[in-house]
């Protein structure tokens, strides 16, 4: 028998999902693979740039200001990251982490949350362990094969093309705040 869904803009998700989405209070988010295509491009001075959608910062932006936490919890250490971050309203920035739980049990703290209430998307061997420790484990349509299969959802958008975007999307919908509103596309 097929499970009850609920249709949305990146297709049909299970009730029970949809329903886990309804608790979501913070967000924690990789960096390299979600917000960006996980392409690190380096100039011959050794500067590093990286490409970050408008569409992920719009939704950053949305969950804020609808109540929800975003945090970025990343292995490498970028001014840009930093700086991006900074102007999405993003307070939460690890960067140089290791230790991936140890900070995503520190956000926990910080915000008296249980899993339950925490989201935690990432594309790689070393998001696993907080994809699988929260209450929603996320994955961009092109995270490694075993990280996808670690999540409870898998996004339709790709890394850097609106993984973000859908989950904050699909958060906001769920809580009754998705509004289609003007604004500046960051």
């Given at each position: ?41 380096l100039g011959n001075a050794g500067e590093e ?91 961009p349509q092109d995270a490694h094969p075993w ?40």
């Amino acid at each position: 028998m097929a499970q009850p869904t609920v249709s949305t803009w990146y297709g049909e998700i299970s009730e029970s999902l949809f329903a886990s989405l309804q608790d979501i209070k913070l967000v924690i988010c990789d960096v390299d693979g979600v917000f960006s295509d996980g392409r690190i491009y380096l100039g011959n001075a050794g500067e590093e740039l990286k490409a970050f959608h408008t569409r992920d910062g719009f939704g950053v932006k949305a969950l804020i200001n609808n109540g929800v936490q975003v945090a970025v919890v990343t292995g490498r250490s970028s001014t840009i990251v930093e700086q991006r971050m900074q102007a999405l309203g993003v307070t939460d920035i690890f960067q140089g982490t290791t230790e991936k739980l140890k900070v995503y049990q520190q956000l926990a703290e910080k915000y008296q949350l249980e899993d339950h209430a925490i989201a935690s998307i990432g594309d790689d061997v070393p998001d696993v362990v907080m994809i699988q420790r929260a209450g929603l484990g996320v994955a961009p349509q092109d995270a490694h094969p075993w990280v996808q299969q670690q999540a409870d959802y898998v996004t339709s958008m790709r890394g850097g093309f609106g993984a973000v975007r859908e989950l904050s999307d699909l958060i906001l919908l769920s809580q009754g705040h998705l509004q289609l509103q003007g604004g500046v596309s960051l």
